[in-house]
């Protein structure tokens, strides 16, 4: 699978969706039926973290709240997000999270400032920082967005439409929410693929851009 150095902003708030900016955008398993499997899907689902070896775990009852929680938008620009995600990130590293190393083997998208937090983030991290945990846009949310399945479906449609050869994946980190991967024989990405992802996300979620 190829992965980005630099995410874009929709590969960001992708990544938000579920594990606040620490799991890798276009991770998880094959969904080869998409519109059978996507279907099957929960309605809901509750955030969750990617705990040790990709394996999805469950942030603390208490601290799934989302009253006074920043809100991104689709339409928000990448310093805006960074800067959020940056500030949740320093925050977890002040309550017992740990910045990886040079050298460290991780998975992941960047905090927001360049580093990236080693996981499973302890609990006490995740219940001292959940105030300051960006929530991701309500049209990126099973929970929020009635057409999330579809939005999805035509997300991958622009992006395979645009050259992307990629197929739509359920999350690494919690299969209630869905991504995309590259396609085994996807070969070298073009070089406006920063702008043609940011253009399907805006079209197929409606952002309206």
Not at 14 to 35: E, R, Y
Not at 63 to 74: E, I, K, N, V
Not at 185 to 200: H, R, T
Request: hydrophobic share 35%.
């Amino acid at each position: 699978m190829k992965m980005r150095t630099a995410p874009t902003v929709a590969a960001v708030l992708i990544a938000l969706t579920t594990t606040g900016a620490l799991s890798a955008c276009g991770g998880g398993s094959a969904v080869t039926d998409p519109q059978e499997q996507v279907a099957a899907l929960p309605s809901s689902a509750a955030p969750s973290v990617s705990g040790p070896s990709g394996s999805a775990q469950s942030p603390p009852a208490s601290a799934t709240g989302t009253s006074g929680r920043p809100q991104l938008r689709l339409d928000d620009t990448e310093a805006r997000v960074r800067q959020l995600s940056a500030a949740h990130a320093d925050c977890l590293a002040e309550n017992g999270a740990r910045y990886a190393t040079d050298g460290e083997n991780l998975v992941g998208v960047d905090s927001g400032n360049g580093k990236m937090l080693v996981q499973p983030i302890p609990e006490k991290a995740l219940r001292a920082c959940i105030g300051l945990e960006p929530l991701a846009p309500v049209e990126m949310r099973p929970d929020s967005n009635p057409h999330y399945r579809e939005n999805w479906q035509a997300n991958v449609a622009c992006l395979r439409e645009h050259g992307l050869k990629v197929h739509l994946t359920q999350d690494m980190t919690d299969p209630a929410f869905l991504s995309w991967t590259y396609d085994e024989d996807a070969g070298i990405s073009p070089d406006n693929q920063p702008q043609i992802e940011e253009d399907c996300m805006a079209q197929a979620f409606g952002s309206g851009r």
